[in-house]
DNA sequence: CTCTCTGGCTAATGCGGTTAGCTTATAGCT
DNA sequence: AGCTATAAGCTAACCGCATTAGCCAGAGAG
């Protein structure tokens, strides 16, 4: 019986794969397994359980995200910087729906390897709103207030929340500028 | 054998109830049932099954969250009207957790109930929003901004992910305030 | 060539949702 | 009050999915 030389890294990537072709809280062991040609148990030789293998995607899902933001924002400055990360924000959420839903779980508190990750892609969010001249004091502040707003606009998007016709791009920018001007005003 | 007495009403508000306590995705109608009282498959003279349990809580909880909501921003105006709104959005998703994940669920294609009462927090939101004296076509635009920041927020703090200590409140209010800055502006 | 380690398999357990079919409390009628 | 039909509850059973136990063989190290 040939082996299939499966690698754990690869069964996250496989179920990472999955997950956005099926939707996250529609992966499953038996699904997995059948897509990297090897039977359910098989799988535990090289993930410890389901939830592991969620926190395997989310992590890796996490440095991916990251990467993508910062390289969409790097060189710009300001308004564009911000706008930049956004809209880069918005394309992979959308690219990878299953990876991006992994990617909202907060660590488990004494994770940290995943509190390292996870913090990446904070720091470019504050990278790219420090660019706006932005007093300390509400630095923090706009991190979470553009976070939500992108995470609350991905989720909703995603959830098919917007119904009407008015194109959805256009609502995203006007969003963005919105925040911004509010950041930056008296 | 005497009988729970149960009704479909009452199964809903428990179930909703029960959400609240231990998550939306760990109400289990095992845990439910032992909640009302009753044995498992009893349940099922009462709901068709957990995804109608789930839809049930949904409808219940929008209609709820729609009142709520109301109940804030009447007899104000403008910007006033806008953070009794928010205000009252984010004190009912702290305290109704379960309800709340609940209500994200956009109605299924076809189910005209739900579509309705989804409509109602929509409309009151367009309401609150057209205080503001936005130009009509910026209206979808704001409302799909200001309900994506609110869900965004709410959605990160319920899941732990405001990790500093800064205040959350302040930068709630820095995150409405920075919107109606925006929207208003030149 | 052999030994060991490890990936893969089958069988089996347990939980959660769901269905089938029986039993009887209770509401409504006479 | 007695009779009956309906419907609420119950037990038994099924199915899918996560997970564990224990066996077997392929492949690399010597």
Redesign the interface.
């Known amino acids: 019986m040939p082996r299939a030389g499966l690698a754990p890294a690869a069964v996250i990537e496989a179920g990472a794969a999955l997950a956005d072709e099926v939707g996250l809280d529609n992966l499953t062991m038996g699904l997995l397994a059948e897509r990297v040609g090897v039977r359910t148990p098989s799988l535990y030789k090289h993930v410890d359980s389901l939830d592991a293998l969620r926190r395997g995607i989310g992590m890796r899902a996490k440095a991916e995200f990251a990467v993508a933001l910062a390289r969409a924002a790097v060189g710009q400055s300001g308004a564009a910087a911000v706008h930049a990360f956004a809209d880069a924000y918005r394309a992979w959420t959308l690219e990878h729906p299953g990876r991006y839903a992994a990617t ?3 660590p488990e508190p004494g994770d940290e390897e995943d509190r390292q990750v996870s913090d990446e892609s904070i720091q470019i969010l504050f990278d790219v709103l420090t660019g706006l001249g932005l007093p300390e004091s ?1 630095a ?3 991190a ?2 553009l ?7 991905a ?2 998007e995603a ?4 119904g ?1 016709d ?1 194109d ?1 791009t ?2 995203y920018h ?2 963005v ?7 930056t ?1 008296p």
């Open positions: 909202v779980r907060a509400r923090i502040d706009a979470r207030a976070r939500s707003s992108l995470h609350g606009f989720s909703l959830g098919g929340a917007f009407l008015r959805v256009e609502s006007f969003m500028d919105a925040l911004i001007a509010g950041f005003a």
